[in-house]
């Protein structure tokens, strides 16, 4: 079983920034892929981000050039710095990975951009 807790969110005015973590129970060493997705009321699960164990990173097109994923394996630790926030970024946002065939999914942490 892995668990993950993301943390992080919060109100932020447009334009703003903030950086999200998430925090897994087992070695970033043992996992091949993390992502992060996120949900805006009414609407369904999207995928926002990921990174693989070689380092390679991939995008939505709405948060390219704006949104950065990275991880440091030491601390087992997954982050989303996101930056020039808009409102349409507001949403609970998901940490999640896949081992052994298995989904998992953080408890989410909510991210509202408004002024």
């Known amino acids: 079983q892995v668990q993950l807790v993301e943390s992080g969110g919060g109100l932020v005015q447009p334009g703003g920034s903030l950086r999200l973590s998430c925090a897994a129970s087992v070695s970033m060493l043992s996992i091949y892929a993390m992502g992060w997705y996120r949900q805006a009321p009414g609407k369904r699960r999207e995928f926002v981000a990921s990174?693989?164990?070689?380092?390679?990173?991939n995008y939505a097109g709405s948060v390219k050039g704006r949104f950065n994923i990275s991880r440091d394996n030491a601390k087992n630790t997954l982050y989303l710095q996101m930056n020039s926030l808009k409102p349409t970024d507001t949403a609970v946002y998901y940490c999640n990975t896949n081992i052994n065939l298995l989904t998992f999914w953080g408890q989410g942490t909510q991210v509202t951009v408004s002024s």
């Open positions: 990174y693989t164990c070689g380092g390679s990173t």
